[in-house]
């Protein structure tokens, strides 16, 4: 996981830079990795270490903001939500398309030999970036006024306040920004992510439309 890397002071993040872990699942992930690379130096194990960055899909857990968003974007969109909380929208992601970060998982599997590799996008967005991507999909223009806790994204064409900022949501320890940098996959192993995040974004803000509709959910 990228959330290895933690709080870091130079990016893009690739294989050799140095882990800050910042909660207790980064450090358990930082665990797993170093094990990985133990047991396949000290054992001549085919073991890969993917460190893969915040990877998307439909099928995310709701415990996630980008599934939050777009979730939190379709009931609105269906009526059921007047105002969508969340906490910290500067905080900063590499987020990319599942299926691909899959794919790349097996081709790293199918290389000569085993190794770690980054996996992401290269490109950096804001949790608020995704939240007026959200909101695109449904055709609705967010903009956002004041600051910090007080800042709340509003609808242009009615000016209604459809995102606020909820102190409860803050994380104890953030994670302010992560961007990796996949050149030693796409040179290894031929992968790169190609799925453009405007677009990630709108396929599950459509997938939680119809799973609102028939009041499915998970």
């Known amino acids: 996981s990228s959330e290895m890397f933690g709080k870091v002071t130079k990016l893009p993040l690739d294989e050799n830079s140095p882990f800050y872990p910042r909660s207790p699942y980064a450090a358990a992930k930082l665990y797993a990795h170093w094990m990985t690379v133990n047991y396949r130096e000290a054992y001549d194990m085919f073991a890969c270490s993917g460190i893969l960055f915040n990877h998307e899909s439909p099928l995310r857990g709701m415990e ?17 939500l007047d105002c969508l909380e969340l906490g910290n929208l500067d905080a900063k992601r590499d987020w990319g398309y599942a299926k691909e970060y899959v794919e790349g998982m097996w081709m790293m599997l199918q290389a000569q030999k085993p190794d770690t590799y980054v996996l992401a996008t290269g490109e950096m967005h804001s949790v608020r970036d995704f939240v007026k991507m959200a909101f695109g999909a449904i055709e609705k223009e967010i903009v956002f006024e004041g600051s910090g806790v007080h800042e709340v994204g509003i609808d242009t064409k009615t000016g209604k306040t459809l995102v606020k900022v909820n102190p409860k949501f803050f994380r104890p320890a953030e994670v302010d920004m992560l961007q990796g940098n996949a050149q030693k996959a796409k040179d290894v192993l031929g992968w790169q992510a190609n799925m453009p995040l405007d677009e990630l ?13 028939r009041g499915f959910c998970f």
Do not use: P, Y
């Open 64 to 80: 996630f903001v980008t599934r939050k968003i777009t979730d939190g974007v379709a009931k609105i969109a269906l009526g059921k």
């Open 201 to 213: 974004c709108a396929i599950m803000v459509q997938a939680d439309i119809r799973r609102n509709e």
